[in-house]
């Protein structure tokens, strides 16, 4: 996986946009004074773990630049990415001085190969078969998956304008203090399933160049694992996610559910195909059905919960109830009607071309 990864990385040719050591010494000091953030030192790293952060830290940096091979010049920002030493799971953007600057906390990568460790096995995915090998193989295109997944959706705070808007948008708040916490949370909700949207497509661009570069005689297999890693990768973060949240009792009512979040990257996954691989349609909705019927209990597996088939089935029911109820249904309108409103100043700030307006 390392050479398939390796191989596009090699492809990719652009101006460099990583800010100066200058640049990065003040923004670590800002971070640690304002936020105390500090970034993570690899001293009890062993060589193993180096490798791997230096690949995933190359691979964003060089991802980072096809972006913006994509951008007119003026929409280009300076860059700096971090490991944050921090073991909760957690990610941030931010620009300070003009400069993205984007972070991921330690944790995150951890607890990711932690989990794929525990969960992984050949009843879910039957392409491994026993074979020890490419179960580590499995284990680390997962890892890498879900880290890149995390990345895109920090740079699509940063690039489809939440950033500087939110900031705008705050300076009229603290003017203007009738603005109601509901409003917040409202806007929160909308541009996290937009930063959610723009992490998708990255991601399903990102897996047709990895099937593209892949040895053409397996490529029929390898587009069904290629397409059910990743969309596992992304699912599974989210059931962690919320795992944290609700150990930590973080404001749910902030986010979306990790429930909804999966069901309409999903979504956007089945679009992408039908789109771009028509002739795959068929199976990647049977991928995206099997995740949603069994993906759950590979949580339940690492938290040692057993759970027995008629619980899993009073599970799956409510969970599919859920996505039916009318209060969900009710907050999809009021989030769509939220995007419809912001969208066109938004675009003001955005780097790419924002998605269209819905019809309500
Ligand atoms: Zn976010």
């Known amino acids: 996986m390392f050479n398939q990864i390796r191989k596009i990385i090699e492809k990719i040719k652009g101006d460099n946009i990583f800010c100066s050591l200058e640049d990065e010494a003040f923004i670590l000091k800002y971070l640690k004074e304002e936020e ?13 773990g180096k490798e791997l952060l230096e690949f995933l830290m190359e691979f964003t940096k060089k991802s980072i630049t096809i972006y913006n091979e994509h951008l007119p010049k003026d929409k280009r920002k300076k860059n700096i990415f971090l490991f944050v030493d921090d073991k909760t ?16 906390n330690i944790g995150v990568l951890t607890i990711l190969y932690d989990f794929y460790n525990k969960v992984v096995d050949d009843k879910f995915f039957t392409e491994i078969a026993g ?12 890892q890498v998956m879900s880290f890149h997944y995390i990345i895109c959706h920090e740079i699509g705070h940063l690039y489809n304008g939440h950033i500087d808007f939110g900031r705008l948008n705050l300076m009229k708040e603290i003017m203007n203090l009738n603005q109601s916490d509901r409003f917040e949370i409202i806007f929160n909700k909308t541009i996290e399933l937009d930063a959610d949207a723009f992490a998708m497509n990255r991601m399903l661009e990102f897996n047709e160049n990895l099937i ?17 890693i990743f969309l596992f990768s992304m699912y599974s973060f989210y059931l962690f996610l919320g ?10 009512d902030t986010y979306f559910s990790p429930a909804v979040r999966q069901l309409l990257n999903l979504t956007i996954a089945e679009e992408f195909v039908a789109r771009v691989r028509p002739e795959f349609s068929n199976e990647v909705k049977e991928i995206t059905n099997y995740l949603m019927m069994e993906a759950d209990f590979t949580l339940h597996k690492y938290c040692s919960k057993s759970i027995d088939e008629s619980s899993k089935q009073i599970y799956l029911i409510g969970k599919l109830r859920y996505f039916e109820s009318p209060e969900l249904k009710n907050e999809m309108i009021i989030v769509k009607k939220e995007w419809n409103a912001i969208r066109d100043e938004l675009q003001k700030n955005a780097r790419f071309q924002l998605s269209k307006k819905y019809n309500i």
């Open 36 to 48: 105390n953030i500090s970034p993570f030192t690899f001293k009890e790293t062993d060589e193993k």
């Open 212 to 228: 593209a570069v892949k040895d053409k005689s397996s490529v029929d297999n390898e587009i069904k694992y290629s397409y059910k």
């Open 243 to 252: 795992e944290t949240f609700r150990t930590n009792e973080i404001q749910e």
């Open 89 to 104: 799971i957690n990610a941030f953007a931010t620009s300070i001085n003009n400069i993205d600057v984007v972070g991921i």
């Open 131 to 142: 074979n020890g090998e490419e179960r580590k193989n499995l284990i680390f295109r997962l």
